[in-house]
């Protein structure tokens, strides 16, 4: 028995109509088994981007102010009750008593053209019409609408398909971004809910594939990553686990951070994951620092392959050091720490390859150690400290070439506002927020900071977004209105004239409930590759903003694009006289 549903590729020319038909077996994989247009031009289109975007519903029902118990099903010790219905943006108020508090809402992916210009929404819907049952569950692949850090998308090693990460949860289900997964339940959590985590992965024709996974329970899964070139059929995956007590169980720690699980052609009924399967692990004690909270160290956010190599991102929370690090394959010296970094901070080996198998840890160590042994370092010359201390706080993250780096910063979410000069004034003033530029220093031997671009982001200062109320949200007595603060993740390109463009989403500050929640940016900025020092001129620019009930959460380059040659804005204007003279 087999049900339909429908996953649009929706056109940006009003005349034109394009749709597929999608089959989601009861497993819920996804297969094409027809196509219906007026025109052929329904798949993605090389070097053009993909961003994710997720809409929340705005139904007021979701949520019933005063009555409604947060979380759902909770113990009567971790009961709150919801201070506001659903109405958006309202309903993030109820994360001022619900720490874990979100909604989960449908995914769309935007393709767009360099510039911002929208082609076509490819959106996974529930089934309509005839279709609309079995309903058993009403379980399809959906985010967590007010998690910011959910949703980044990669383009894989051979650029074949873009993966991203969701939840295997109805529409509208409150609170499973902190909710267990089916294989790993923490009796400590105060969320008792049990949801699977999700790597999506979807191909040039809009075709989707999904795989299970018990990692991140607790918490979410952030970002992944297929490794399909030679003969490699792994994804790694990056996100945090954990939402209960501590001491945490054995499942949580090793299911956080880093993984490494295979890409799946199983339908998702039949897959039944085990244990999470860590493929990297970091603890502060490699710089001799004194131990925190098991499984928190490797609290990462941003996910990136380059030259061989993966390369992850810590810059939230409270345990470990927000930074960059990698993951060292190189093997370990006779004390069993990475040959890489036997002080937990160095740079690559020579002989540096991807992973293609867990970590093989001593599980009688991991609540003592973690998962040892431990296999990452902290890319030299970035930052050490601490995060009860941070100095910075890292998103994504681009290789331009083998000696320069971008990093976005998102900032610390401090929404200090001064009515008189109408800004957030700690989000105006940072001087990390934005786009880090790292350049490889080979006297030093160490990475060091060249510059932070900013220009443009109008850090602090409130935009307006249509529908959005105005004044002040009463329950924290502070505007409405978001400002960029910092950016989260990002793609970039090396154009021909030696120069780089880079896209990005921004991360807001607000008097939102939840600022995760705010309609933010997609912004581009194109910088003198060569530079070392902050050049005149550069500046971002704003090319999409989110709607009225939406976010935008990652930009990558479209499937079937060649991570080696993303083509530069002279091939699209080619390709658009192209599709001119056809018309």
């Not at 597929?20 to 025109?39: E, K, N, P």
């Not at 131990?291 to 992850?312: C, E, M, P, Q």
């Not at 249509?466 to 505007?479: D, E, F, S, V």
Request: hydrophobic content about 35%.
């Amino acid at each position: 028995m087999k049900h339909i549903v429908e996953s649009r590729l929706v056109s940006r020319r009003p005349a034109v109509r394009s749709r597929l038909a999608v089959t989601i077996f009861l497993s819920g994989v996804v297969s094409v088994t027809g196509a219906f247009a007026d025109d052929d031009d329904i798949d993605f289109r090389p070097g053009n981007l993909l961003v994710s975007r997720s809409v929340y519903d705005n139904n007021p029902a979701n949520v019933v102010a005063g009555k409604t118990s947060l979380p759902p099903n909770c113990l009567p010790a971790n009961c709150v009750t919801a201070t506001d219905d659903g109405s958006y943006p309202q309903i993030w108020n109820n994360t001022l008593v619900d720490g874990s508090f979100g909604i989960t809402a449908k995914i769309v992916l935007d393709q767009l053209k360099p510039t911002g210009a929208l082609v076509n929404s490819l959106e996974v819907e529930l089934p309509h019409g005839s279709e609309r049952h079995d309903r058993s569950t009403g379980d399809q692949v959906v985010t967590s609408f007010p998690s910011k850090s959910e949703l980044a998308l990669n383009l894989s090693t051979d650029g074949r398909v873009v993966t991203f990460m969701g939840y295997l949860a109805p529409l509208d289900a409150l609170d499973v971004s902190n909710s267990n997964t089916p294989g790993v339940v923490d009796s400590t959590n105060p969320v008792p809910g049990s949801y699977s985590r999700v790597v999506a992965e979807v191909d040039t024709h809009g075709r989707f594939h999904f795989a299970k996974t018990n990692a991140y329970s607790g918490d979410n899964g952030r970002a992944a990553i297929r490794n399909d070139k030679n003969g490699a059929n792994v994804v790694y995956t990056a996100g945090n686990a954990g939402a209960g007590a501590n001491p945490q169980p054995n499942g949580i720690i090793v299911g956080a951070g880093l993984q490494i699980l295979t890409a799946e052609r199983t339908p998702l009924a039949a897959q039944n994951p085990g244990l999470p399967s860590p493929v990297g692990s970091f603890n502060i004690t490699q710089l001799g620092f004194k131990a925190d909270k098991v499984g928190k160290d490797t609290n990462f956010r941003g996910l990136t392959v380059s030259n061989n190599v993966l390369y992850t991102t810590k810059g939230s929370g409270s345990n470990g050091i927000n930074t960059v690090y990698f993951v060292d394959t190189t093997g370990f010296d006779a004390n069993g720490k990475p040959l890489a970094c036997p002080s937990g901070v160095g740079l690559l080996g020579a002989n540096a390859t991807l992973p293609t198998a867990p970590i093989f840890y001593d599980a009688t160590q991991l609540q003592t150690l973690g998962v040892v042994p431990y296999n990452m370092c902290i890319l030299k010359g970035f930052p050490t400290i601490l995060a009860k201390t941070p100095a910075s706080f890292p998103f994504g993250l681009w290789f331009a070439d083998g000696k320069t780096l971008y990093v976005a910063d998102e900032g610390n979410g401090t929404n200090t506002f001064d009515p008189v000069s109408g800004k957030y004034t700690a989000a105006a003033t940072r001087p990390g927020s934005g786009l880090q530029k790292w350049v490889f220093d080979a006297g030093l031997g160490a990475w060091k900071l060249a510059y932070v671009l900013q220009a443009g982001l109008n850090l602090g200062v409130p935009y307006t977004v249509h529908g959005y109320p105005t004044g002040q949200n009463p329950k924290t007595g502070l505007p409405w209105a978001p400002a960029a603060e910092g950016l989260r993740n990002i793609a970039g390109r090396v154009n021909r004239d030696g120069s780089a463009t880079i896209w990005a989403i921004t991360s807001t500050v607000s008097g939102n409930g939840n600022q995760g929640a705010d309609p933010n940016q997609l912004v581009m900025i194109t910088d003198n590759l060569a530079a070392t020092g902050l050049p005149a001129g550069e500046s971002f620019t704003a090319i999409r903003t989110a709607r009225f009930g939406e976010v935008l959460r990652g930009v990558s380059f479209t499937p079937g694009t060649d991570r080696d040659r993303v083509v530069d804005a002279d091939d699209h204007r080619d390709d658009d006289r192209r599709d001119n003279d056809h018309r």
